[in-house]
């Protein structure tokens, strides 16, 4: 198919993809569409950023609306993150538009009454995260037995994090001849056994390579000291334009970097795992929205972080192992777009750079430090002495040993 107006959807929907100007598929939505319509299982991996929203948003949206069933939960979509979660709630309602089907988010560290609401009110598909998800199947307050599709998105990140047994669990508790369609972008062992037991008869669609980044990507590397690695981002920001999305190891790491960097006059937000839901909204959304020209995240975002338009990755710490690479580069280049991805490693991290190569076959292109940047000052406290409101009395210590009682001895 080269144009989403071949699709066998309806005009609805051909109607609300012309107005997002979505014309043409990407080599994912091609390949998946038409069987998901057909009521196949699927099993489809693609690089990061390449249109797998689409791809289960339309077929899904098409089927709800040529059921006679009109409130209840049909349809449900698992995924690991707050964002990703959310971000696929926006693309669905835009899609959706006077289709009549409603949509409840359902994830954890926001209020579940909203959530518990949206449900009530009849919706129809289910967004959710397997945590928040098995905890109001524990408590009975959803209704799974008549989901007739099932999409699991980033589903090796959600074994990645833990999820495998809540999410078997809700697995177990859905129809079984439900409709599983499974996208990711990488497929792990996890994974392979997840799709043995649980879709064994899938239609499989690879688009691409999944184990190295989209060639839309430049791939840079910069041997740097730990000390100038700030400098070395300051010098970016100076040289280029656009947004910068940059990655640190840890939670205090990151929330160092975006204080020293707001510190510098550079707009910067923050999100990681210890941010409330409020927070990460907003920290998203200014950086959606240009308020930010940093957005400094961990890994545990990484893959809930699908804003248009990052102009530069930089991976100011190497990730904890060489797949988070992808998922962290994946954030730019996206939709046709050019982008850059900058990795910052020192001298003794040269044996982590060639795991990653190796394991990603492919090479990172080595750029020159300039002698001119910067080491990071560390500044020390000064140590500061307060005087005492008064002298301190001297304390009188009574000796108890043999000499007192000789004396009282003696006196008597």
Do not use: W
């Not at 899609?95 to 209020?111: E, K, L, Q, R």
């Amino acid at each position: 198919m080269k144009t989403f107006s071949e699709f066998p959807l309806s005009a609805l929907l051909k109607s609300n993809l012309g107005r997002q100007g979505f014309t043409e598929p990407t080599p994912v939505q091609a390949q998946a569409i038409e069987p998901a319509l057909n009521g196949k299982d699927l099993v489809a991996t693609a690089q990061t950023g390449t249109g797998k929203t689409l791809a289960f948003v339309l077929p899904m949206i098409h089927l709800l609306g040529t059921q006679t069933a009109r409130t209840g939960v049909r349809s449900m979509i698992l995924t690991p993150t707050r964002e990703l979660a959310m971000q696929i709630d926006e693309v669905f309602s835009k899609m959706s538009v006077g289709t009549g089907i409603h949509t409840a988010v359902v994830v954890g560290g926001v209020n579940e009454r909203t959530q518990l609401t949206a449900i009530r009110r009849g919706a129809q598909v289910l967004i959710a995260t397997p945590g928040r998800l098995q905890d109001f199947m524990d408590r009975q307050l959803v209704d799974l037995r008549n989901v007739h599709m099932l999409v699991l998105d980033e589903a090796d990140r959600m074994l990645d994090m833990g999820f495998l047994p809540a999410v078997r669990r809700i697995m177990a508790a859905l129809p079984a001849d439900r409709q599983t369609l499974l996208f990711s972008a990488t497929i792990e062992k996890s994974v392979k056994h997840l799709v043995e037991t649980q879709v064994p008869n899938a239609i499989r669609i690879e688009c691409g390579s999944t184990t190295k980044p989209i060639e839309q990507v430049d791939l840079h590397l910069y041997e740097v000291e730990q000390d100038r690695k700030l400098g070395l981002l300051h010098s970016m920001l100076r040289e280029n334009d656009g947004s910068f999305l940059v990655f640190a190891r840890t939670k205090h790491g990151a929330d160092r970097l975006s204080k020293k960097l707001s510190h510098e006059g550079v707009k910067t937000a923050v999100i990681h795992g210890n941010r409330s839901q409020n927070q990460r909204n907003m920290a998203l959304r200014g950086f959606q929205d240009g308020r930010y020209r940093v957005l400094v995240a961990t890994d545990v975002a990484a893959r809930g972080i699908h804003v248009e338009g990052i102009s530069h990755v930089v991976n100011y710490d190497l990730p904890q192992v060489p797949e988070d690479f992808i998922h962290r580069v994946g954030r730019t280049g996206r939709a046709g777009a050019r982008g850059t991805a900058s990795t910052f490693a020192t001298r003794a991290e040269r044996s982590d750079v060639a795991h990653i190569e190796r394991t990603l076959t492919t090479r990172l292109v080595r750029q020159q430090v300039s002698a001119d940047i910067q080491r990071e000052v560390r500044s020390t406290a000064p140590v500061i002495v307060m005087p005492t409101s008064r002298p301190e009395r001297q304390m009188r210590v009574r000796s108890f040993g043999p000499r007192m009682k000789a004396r009282r001895r003696f006196a008597g």
